[in-house]
């Protein structure tokens, strides 16, 4: 099972918001999870961000990867931390 640290969409038609979650490759976007462990909103200004930091380090030791977005994030937002 290869697991991905990717978003999920919440909000209504043209609001986004996402969850930040660990889930299965091969699940759908918006189905099963695993665990949530931050949320994203681009709406406001600046993008929103909140990561519970050592839940996020816990499932990369595990060998979970970032989807190319999170990835992105998260070095925005360790370099502001």
Not at 2 to 8: E, F, G, H, W
Not at 39 to 63: F, H, M, R
Request: contains cysteine; proline residues 6%.
């Amino acid at each position: 099972m290869a697991v991905r640290i990717r978003l999920t969409r919440l909000g209504r038609k043209k609001k986004p918001s996402y969850r930040i979650i660990v889930a299965d490759s091969q699940s759908p976007r918006d189905g099963k999870f695993l665990d949530i462990v931050g949320t994203y909103d681009p709406c406001q200004n600046p993008a929103a961000v909140t990561l519970k930091s050592e839940k996020i380090e816990e499932w990369l030791n595990k060998g979970a990867l970032p989807s190319d977005t999170v990835a992105s994030i998260l070095r925005r937002h360790k370099a502001t931390a």
